[in-house]
């Protein structure tokens, strides 16, 4: 099953690729490689969710809008190799906007995680670091980046 078949059959629509706000690229191919730059759980009225995972918004609340930035993510990848299909990802890195005493981070990231798993299968499985922030841009609750091989 193509991963635009597995994103239909979960229900899930990829949104729109994010304009970068300032002087960057979503995402730049070097060879086989595709760098992605930190995306956040843009909702569709532009606006991010906001505040401290740990103190005010839940696991279970950061671990959806880590699942909606891993959307985002997938349609840049899409954007830059042209198909899901083509895609394995390597490396990602899951920052949370979180409470000093927050410790949970990697409980948070695997939204995004299992997002990948759940459409590319094996070829999402990846390296991953998920830590702790003291702030994100905009007050959102999870960043997330990643790096991605363009399969043959």
């Known amino acids: ?9 979960l229900g899930l629509t990829l949104p729109d690729v994010p ?11 070097v060879g086989e490689f ?7 759980p843009k909702r569709a009225d532009g606006t991010y969710p906001t505040g401290k995972v740990g103190a005010g918004v839940s696991i279970e609340e950061a671990y959806e809008h880590a699942k909606q930035t891993g959307l985002g993510l997938l349609a840049a990848m899409k954007k830059a190799a042209g198909s899901l299909d083509k895609i394995e990802v390597v490396k990602l890195l899951g920052m949370v906007n979180a ?16 997002l990948f798993v759940a459409v590319l299968g094996d070829n999402g499985r990846h390296a ?18 990643v790096i991605v091989r363009v399969l043959p």
């Open 99 to 114: 409470a000093p005493d927050f410790s949970q981070h990697p409980k948070v990231i695997n939204g995004c995680s299992d």
């Open 128 to 145: 991953r670091s998920a830590v702790g922030m003291g702030s994100l841009p905009n007050n959102m609750t999870v960043e997330i980046e």
């Open 1 to 9: 099953m193509s991963a635009d078949d597995k994103l239909r059959e």
């Open 34 to 40: 595709i760098y992605l730059s930190g995306q956040g």
């Open 19 to 29: 304009t970068p706000v300032a002087t960057y690229v979503s995402f730049k191919r």
